[in-house]
């Protein structure tokens, strides 16, 4: 089946012989189709016709008489008796050409650069994750030219990593300066629920232009939550079509917390109780199955490497969409406003953040030295207060003398900007920097 393709007028091209229905009953977030019940399937698409062409919906509830349907459109405006038949589940079939492109959940380009390659193949947008024994294993690091992320949490090219952040912290920021990191074929970006005007803002500035590597996958916040919901699918599904062609891909999806904020949406209309704070259980059971899907591939394919923002609610990293997304995830950086507020950017929490594939980056020098700065960072935090307060008397604690010394060296050190120059060896300029503030000291 093709990617739904919504006519400007008009309606959709029918085929000989369609199973079809009619709606009975129209509310705010969905409508109820009699006739289909014994023909159509969770995830299953429904068109509808209406007065400005034919509308496009998803079954999220089967009953005996009549099926629960969510409109993709955001003002969806067909009425009772309107005429509705099953379509199938939504495909889309990625290329090589997609590169450089910008497209939405559909698939379809919105860049105003002309129509898409069809690929060699269709795929579904909501696809099972790969066997456990089938994938491959993760061994290659993957510099992220990141000082902070590539001392203290490394990535490695497979892994699934957690940006968690309240808004106002440099999250999107931070994804943007990973966007740019070498060592990638292809990057798959998911813009889920974000500003209209961050989209262009986004390629032309934070990604400089330079869009050979690159496909995106737009849901803007004024889309509805089935257009949200199913973006970071459609990008999931590019990012698995180019690892099977061999592709090591960079997949960063801005956010998740918005694809939960669909999915609650969408089970709510399919009547689902509420269970977490306003979050029915089929939330909880999706994410990990897109989470899941990331990561190596079936052996002697590719790679794809996850990078998923997590916008926890009220600055509560507890919150459970976060707690899920963070048990399911193979790391987690976590992003502090009181960082921030000292203007110390990225403001990664590095006492907090953690990479669970560390070791396969680290040689025993570096984790030695990494072991070392977190107890350093550690004291130096916890007597923040008292040393306010004046009750910190040098000589008293050779340890804490030692960490008042160097932690403002590391923090200078792991502090970066967008357009900083790239650092090949963040461990020797960190090295470079303790030993320059320990000579200074001694001779102090």
Not at 29 to 41: D, K, M
Not at 84 to 104: E, Q
Not at 106 to 121: A, T, W
Request: glycine share 10%.
């Amino acid at each position: 089946m093709q990617p739904y393709q919504r006519p400007e007028k008009g309606s959709l091209s029918e085929p000989p012989i369609r199973v079809s229905g009619h709606i009975v009953d129209v509310s705010a977030q969905a409508f109820r189709v009699a006739g289909l019940s014994p023909f159509v399937r969770l995830g299953d698409c429904v068109a509808v016709r209406g007065p400005d062409g034919d509308e496009l919906g998803e079954v999220v509830r089967v009953e005996e008489k009549t099926a629960t349907v969510k409109p993709f459109a955001a003002n969806f405006r067909s009425g009772v008796r309107s005429p509705a038949w099953r379509t199938g589940p939504i495909t889309v079939a990625p290329a090589r050409s997609w590169k450089g492109r910008t497209v939405d959940a559909f698939g379809r380009p919105c860049d105003n650069l002309g129509p898409l390659e069809k690929g060699p193949r269709e795929c579904t947008a909501d696809t099972m994750p790969d066997t456990a024994m089938g994938r491959g294993r993760i061994e290659k690091p993957a510099p992220t030219n990141v000082k902070a992320i590539d001392i203290f949490t490394p990535l490695v090219k497979g892994q699934r990593l957690g940006i968690f952040a309240g808004s106002g912290v440099g999250k999107s920021t931070l994804m943007g300066m990973l966007a740019r990191a070498e060592g990638f074929d292809t990057i798959v970006v998911a813009l889920v629920g974000e500003r209209g005007r961050e989209v262009r803002e986004f390629l032309e500035v934070t990604m400089g232009g330079d869009l050979s590597r690159l496909v995106t996958v737009v849901a803007t916040g004024d889309e509805s939550p089935m257009m949200r919901r199913l973006a970071p699918k459609t990008a999931m599904t590019i990012a698995e079509y180019f690892r099977d062609e061999g592709d090591d891909v960079l997949l960063i999806v801005d956010s998740v917390t918005r694809l939960a904020h669909a999915a609650r949406d969408v089970a709510l209309a399919a009547g689902e109780p509420p269970v977490a704070r306003g979050y029915p259980p089929s939330v909880f059971s999706e994410l990990p199955r897109l989470l899941e899907r990331a990561g190596p591939g079936p052996i002697g394919k590719g790679t794809i490497t996850g990078l998923f923002a997590v916008l926890v609610d009220g600055d509560d990293h507890n919150e459970p969409v976060a707690d899920a997304i963070r048990g399911t995830l193979d790391g987690h950086i976590v992003l502090s406003r009181a960082i921030a507020e000292e203007g110390r950017f990225p403001a990664i929490d590095v006492l907090k953040s953690i990479s669970r594939l560390a070791d396969i980056c680290w040689d025993a020098q570096e984790r030695e030295l990494v072991m070392r700065l977190k107890a350093m960072i550690a004291r130096y935090e916890d007597t923040r207060d008292l040393r306010l307060l004046g009750g910190y008397m040098r000589g008293g604690d050779p340890a804490l003398d030692q960490a008042v010394d160097l932690v403002p060296l590391i923090y200078s050190t792991i502090r970066q900007s967008p357009g900083d120059p790239r650092i090949d060896k963040p461990f020797d300029e960190l090295s470079r920097q303790l030993k320059q503030g320990i000579v200074a000291a001694q001779q102090g």
